[in-house]
């Protein structure tokens, strides 16, 4: 059975906090063998050596990372290891190294509202995939111009498109991330279900 280490927050963050999510994520990817931690920061790379894949729903928006932790990010994707990121995981404001990891950088976004996502470029991921819609934040990003990504979907916002989810290469590894994901509602929708499935089978060389 493939293992996936869940990291994110439960307490003390003012949004996106794990609760809730936690199952619904369990539900989703049910099959894998799951361990979820809070205590991301002081990881090191021979904590997460031994897990296929990391699914990150880390909210860091206002504290900082622990640099030891970074360096075992890059050094586990980097080594062939998968990072699969979710809408909040992208926020790493005091570590350009992650998100360069990830592929881009978060700017801000408007108020929520009901968002289209369609396809962009052909990808395994979202080969069966149709175009659906949820109530979420468009969250907006400045590409990171060294990283090569291949962009898979894109949400409509006041008539145009903008990315929403996207895959690279990093080393001998693999990062996904997916911008929809900011409550529990979003993990009900079947549309993205599919696609947060396949995200992770693409990462951990399933698809």
Known sequence: MKKILLIGNYIDIEWHPLTGVDNEIRRILDGYDITITEEYPSLK???????????????????KA???FTGALLGYVSGGGSLL????GIIAYSFPELEQLIGAKFTGHPPQE??????????PITETLEPFSIDEEPY???PDNLAKVTMIMEFIYNGEKYPAAWVRTF???RACYLQPGHNQATFTNERFCNLLRRAALWCTSEL
């Open 140 to 142: 907006m990003f400045e």
């Open 45 to 63: 790379l021979e904590d997460v050596q031994g897990y296929d894949l990391i699914v990150n729903y880390a909210d860091t928006l206002n504290s």
């Open 114 to 123: 009901v968002l289209e996502y369609v396809k962009a470029e052909a990808h």
């Open 66 to 68: 622990n640099p030891d």
């Open 171 to 173: 080393g001998r590894g």
């Open 85 to 88: 990121t979710l809408h909040n």
